[in-house]
């Protein structure tokens, strides 16, 4: 078992500008770390982060009961154990964290993605990229966990597990909450990617301009390739400062590198830098997505051609932009995470593109989430999509009714081509089996995900799963 002296700890606070004020014993060791006293093993330091609802430090007592070496505290507790006392626990725990698992992203080439839109499927593509060139690559991010960017101790965790399965890079989704709750502290990346910016979690950062400030913060905390999607002001808001600043390379995609694009059903293709690249990924942006995977890679160093030749390997990400495919079926259905205006808006102009019929769109808003998108997805919808069914998506303590009546105030469309249907099942069989023949069919919102979120407890529920049985019935197959 590796030991991580404290006093190395206490200096690496140091040598990040955190104060550090510490009565150590001599040659005192930690074994580990953690934030949760319930998993504390013996000779663990216990991080006390005080979270939106609970403060950390009311189970230190707990975290001694089950053997914690020592506190990592934001006061001094009346409790016979070693304490580093630091100004904020969050900004110091991955400091702490990175040196207990042997600093991993000095072991690793960690790239961070951040932005509103197109983290999930940039991460999977430039590790997918990273493979079929040779080199071995993991992912952390939305679909690996129950947080897009897990609390410091479990991030530092997983960049050491994978440089235990060999991995040579890691291709990690950073949220804004990541960055503003200091989870990628103490972490070395090789680069750092801005997608784009869009409204969306507003209820946590109030305003557009914190919530950049956030994102902005990836790009303080490394000196390798920064590469920004120029797609939007906040875009090209940073590509300026980050040129003015001359910290690190800057590599900056345009939508113009996307060039002679094609699209149907079957996939897509265009060409980057003179180099072909034919993909089973649907949309315009997600071709865009690719093309920040390739200016990424080059920006580290990879050759065109083989960049080029790795595109071609990716293949679609669960639940985005997922065309479900049933024998017979005379329509078309999509899956998607489209939980945002934005996203919502890019995967109803692809749906639109492939489309010889009807665009349906099935879908609903997050309970206790940003409230101000429901009106704007609604308008959006109503734009986009010649049929509307609003439905529910993860209510979460809110009533469902209330959600949908606050998407329906932005419909903008004739009676009769919008619908309320709060139960989703229903919802998805009534848009698959009213359809005709040549329509096209997005079910957006909620994914990869197998669960309804409702109250507290995740139901069991699956999009996918339930689009297949009503287009089975449809086409009258069996179902298996």
């Known amino acids: 078992m590796k030991l991580t002296p404290l006093v190395e700890i206490a200096g690496l606070c140091d040598g990040a500008h955190i104060a550090v004020r510490k009565d150590l014993p001599e040659g005192l060791e930690v074994s580990g770390i953690c934030h949760d ?31 914690a070496g020592a506190l990592l505290v934001e006061r001094h507790l009346d409790l016979d154990l ?43 593509a430039l590790a997918e990229t990273l493979e079929a060139l040779g080199s071995s690559a993991g992912v952390l991010g939305t679909l690996e966990g129950n947080h897009t960017t897990p609390e410091a101790p479990d991030f530092q965790k997983a ?28 972490t070395e990346f090789a ?37 920004v999607a120029v797609v939007d002001q906040w875009g090209e808001r940073l590509a300026n400062e980050l040129q003015e600043e001359r910290r690190q390379e800057l590599v900056v995609v345009k939508p113009s590198m996307v060039e002679s694009p094609a699209l149907d059903l079957a996939g897509s293709s265009f060409e980057w830098r003179g180099h ?42 669960k639940g985005r932009m997922e065309p ?32 010889t019929g009807r665009v349906w769109v099935v879908f609903g808003a997050g309970g206790n989430r940003d409230s101000t998108k429901r009106p704007l997805m609604g308008q959006i919808a109503s734009e986009l999509a010649d049929q509307l069914i609003v439905t529910s998506d993860n209510p979460r303590f809110e009533e469902p009714s209330e959600i949908a009546e606050q998407i329906v105030g932005g419909i903008k469309i004739k009676a009769g081509r919008s619908k309320v249907i709060l139960d989703r099942a229903e919802a998805i069989h009534s848009a698959i089996n009213r359809a005709e023949s040549g329509d096209s ?40």
Request: include cysteine.
């Open 441 to 480: 069919i997005l079910i957006a919102g909620k994914g990869h995900e197998s669960y309804q979120i409702i109250g507290s407890e995740r139901q069991p529920f699956d999009d996918l799963e339930v689009a297949k049985e009503a287009l089975m019935v449809r086409v009258k197959a069996p179902l298996s």
């Open 159 to 186: 960049l050491s597990d994978m440089h235990d399965r060999d991995n040579e890079w890691a291709c990690v989704e950073v949220s804004s909450h990541g960055l503003d709750y200091g989870r990628v502290e103490g």
């Open 37 to 67: 006293s319930r998993l504390v093993r013996e000779g663990d330091l216990f991080a006390c982060i005080s979270g939106a609802v609970h403060d950390g430090h009311v189970y230190a007592s707990d975290a001694m009961k089950q053997g």
């Open 276 to 317: 072909k690249v034919n993909t089973p990924l649907l949309g315009l942006f997600n071709m865009f997505n690719l093309v920040v995977v390739a200016e990424t890679l080059k920006g580290l160093g990879v050759g065109d051609e083989i960049v080029a030749h790795g595109l071609r390997e990716v293949r679609p990400v």
């Open 82 to 124: 070693p304490q580093l006392i630091v100004p904020n626990v969050r900004e110091a725990v991955g400091y702490a964290a990175s040196a207990v698992y042997g600093y991993p992203s000095t072991k690793l080439k960690v790239v961070g993605i951040t932005g509103t839109a197109g983290k999930t499927t940039v991460a999977h």
């Open 324 to 355: 479900l495919v049933v024998q017979g079926s005379d329509i078309s259905v999509v899956i998607d995470y489209s939980h945002k205006p934005e996203s919502l808006a890019q995967a109803l102009k692809t749906v639109r593109t492939f489309s």
């Open 191 to 227: 680069a750092a990617v801005f997608t784009n910016l869009s409204a969306e979690h507003l209820d946590f950062h109030l305003d557009m301009e914190s919530y950049f400030l956030a994102k902005r913060r990836l790009f303080e905390k490394t000196n390798g390739v920064a590469v």
